[in-house]
């Protein structure tokens, strides 16, 4: 039976490996690693960067991400998509036979807006499922800001910009941590009700923040984010959101 290892390695910085995602990929066998599609060619490169930190004599065996079909609705091309990504795991691992412990690294935590669980459950036969959490971009965000997530006794929402665009702000939230937007849907807001602290490529050197009150600093995140991407070919950032008391 196959032992998979989903490896939450924080946000790109190596010190961000606990101690149980270190002993993880120095058992591992082989590591599943995606290398082409938007911006992947250099986060395969990062992730063996951070194999490489543990160990020099990792087996990598990368392969292709397929692209979504966007002429479906949402929900379905997403699913279709993870069947796809299924398949070219189980056949990557079956090139290599002789692998049991096998491992994927996974940015922040496996848990938190990533579908590599749901991706690994669509594998037959099942494998044997282990995963190590890791530092979100949630944390790495708020500590690169040095403040802290919730207000007194307040609770928390963790979105998406699709929720947020196509739901508007959620009822009774003061505090909202927005992930997976690559529309900047935060102009939308009204932005002397709202501050905002935005930050990409959380953890690593090329790690950018901005904070204020959302009315005069949405143009400059914009500007900042869209100049970042087209240096770097991609990006992964986030934000919080607080609704000002009135």
């Not at 989903?6 to 120095?26: F, M, Q, V, Y």
């Not at 066998?29 to 194999?51: E, N």
């Not at 997403?78 to 692998?99: C, F, L, N, S, Y």
């Amino acid at each position: 039976m196959i032992h998979l290892h989903l490896i939450g390695i924080g946000t790109g910085n190596p010190a961000h490996l606990t101690g149980e995602a270190i002993a993880a990929i120095k058992g591992a066998d082989l590591f599943l690693v995606p290398h082409k599609g938007a911006g992947k060619s250099d986060l395969a490169d990062l992730r063996t960067q951070i194999i490489d930190t543990v160990r020099d004599d990792a087996r990598v065996a990368l392969f292709d991400m397929p692209v979504r079909d966007d002429s479906l609705p949402y929900l379905e091309r997403v699913d279709a998509w993870h069947d796809e990504i299924a398949g070219i795991w189980a056949a990557t691992i079956a090139q290599h036979p002789e692998a049991r412990q096998v491992a994927l690294l996974v940015w922040g935590d496996p848990s938190l807006y990533d579908s590599t669980l749901r991706i690994a459950a669509r594998l037959d036969p099942a494998p044997r499922l282990s995963v190590v959490a890791g530092i979100t971009s949630v944390q790495a965000l708020t500590a690169a800001h040095a403040i802290p997530l919730n207000t007194l006794n307040a609770p928390v929402t963790i979105s998406t910009g699709r929720r947020l665009r196509d739901h508007g702000w959620p009822l009774g939230c003061e505090t909202l941590v927005v992930m997976l937007d690559g529309d900047c849907t935060f102009r939308a807001l009204e932005g002397e009700a709202y501050d905002i602290w935005w930050g990409a490529y959380l953890g690593m050197p090329e790690q950018i923040l901005a904070s204020g009150r959302l009315s005069e600093v949405s143009d400059q995140i914009v500007e900042q984010r869209a100049r970042a991407r087209a240096a770097h070919g991609w990006i992964m950032d986030t934000y919080l959101l607080r609704r000002i008391a009135r």
